[in-house]
């Protein structure tokens, strides 16, 4: 399947939470989720990202925090709806 456009990945962002969405750097990772998850067993890990529970995602969040990356839980949200948006293109 061929990658999907920036204005297509815009327009899913902004229904997804109902405000207009542009981030360039969001389309770059969207484009580096597609590569990495052609290796299935990335594929898996990013799958199983996209399931994560509310409790989780804090788990998330301070996992990554311990690792240098805060984000704020809507960078996390909008973060695992590019991945879930990019493993459609797999």
């Not at 969207?30 to 994560?52: G, H, N, P, S, Y």
């Amino acid at each position: 399947m061929k990658k999907p456009t920036k204005k297509t990945f815009d327009e899913y962002m902004s229904t997804r939470f109902n405000r207009k969405y542009r981030d360039a750097d969001a389309y770059l990772t969207l484009i580096d989720v597609i590569q990495e998850a052609q290796d299935d067993e990335k594929f898996m890990d990013l799958a199983e990202l996209t399931l994560m529970s509310k409790a989780d995602r804090l788990i998330y969040r301070n996992t990554l925090a311990c690792m240098g990356t805060e984000l704020t839980p809507m960078q996390v949200d909008e973060y695992l709806a590019i991945v879930e948006f990019g493993l459609e293109y797999v």
